[in-house]
T-cell receptor, first 115, second 110 residues
Framework: DTAVSQTPKYLVTQMGNDKSIKCEQN?????MYWYKQDSKKFLKIMFS???????INETVPNRFSPKSPDKAHLNLHINSLELGDSAVYFC??????????????FGPGTRLLVL | QKEVEQNSGPLSVPEGAIASLNCTYS??????FFWYRQYSGKSPELIMS????GDKEDGRFTAQLNKASQYVSLLIRDSQPSDSATYLC??????????FGAGTRLTVKP
């Protein structure tokens, strides 16, 4: 009965490869997010989708492409992986947009290591 | 200037003491303020949220907000070793995105 789940939990890959991370939430929320947490533990938003529509798209290389097939899923595809992409990627969801009193619930994270 | 600033610590307090965590933010139109706790290797989990000036208490936790000073704090009373974690301050504004501080690492020593 996991609320927000991510796969895979760990991902080790070579530079230049293309990889995808999947996220699913069973909370019935309509908004989902991708965050990147670097080695200094700084958590930074990358994308946000509300009802499958992209509403936040931070300054992220276009090698990163989110896809939301439905409200319960938000996947992240990364092309041509670089060393600097190594981080923990967290998916989160909320009911409604983050402004106001909408609590975000985080997934367990995907630890990506690019060699 | 960073949008959300926290002292990275580490902050060390003895068991039973009050731990005080501070956060300042730069966007005056910020509306909602959150404290998340993150254990090492785990995901952030919500501890407290606060939306109006003043204090908000929940068990051993008290959040304090002062919008005029653009300052939000978290007090943890009767600190326990299990409170040892990184505490992340988060702020949302009109554009509906949540900005996190770099976090303060708290250690509670038995």
């Amino acid at each position: 009965d996991t609320a927000v789940s991510q796969t895979p939990k760990y991902l080790v890959t070579q530079m230049g490869n293309d990889k995808s991370i999947k996220c699913e939430q069973n909370l019935g929320h309509d908004t989902m997010y991708w965050y990147k947490q670097d080695s200094k533990k700084f958590l930074k938003i990358m994308f946000s989708y509300n009802n499958k529509e992209l509403i936040i798209n931070e300054t992220v290389p276009n090698r990163f492409s989110p896809k939301s097939p439905d409200k319960a899923h938000l996947n992240l595809h990364i092309n041509s992986l670089e060393l600097g992409d190594s981080a923990v990627y967290f998916c989160a969801s909320s009911q409604g947009l983050a402004g106001g009193s909408k609590t975000q619930y985080f997934g367990p994270g995907t630890r990506l290591l690019v060699l | 200037q960073k949008e959300v600033e926290q002292n990275s610590g580490p902050l060390s307090v003895p068991e039973g003491a009050i731990a005080s965590l501070n956060c300042t933010y730069s966007d005056r139109v910020s509306q909602s303020f959150f404290w998340y706790r993150q254990y090492s290797g785990k995901s952030p989990e919500l501890i407290m949220s606060i939306y109006s000036n003043g204090d908000k208490e929940d068990g051993r936790f008290t959040a304090q907000l002062n919008k005029a000073s653009q300052y939000v704090s978290l007090l943890i009373r009767d600190s326990q070793p299990s409170d040892s974690a990184t505490y992340l301050c988060a702020v949302t504004g009109n554009n509906n995105d949540m900005r996190f501080g770099a976090g303060t690492r708290l250690t509670v020593k038995p």
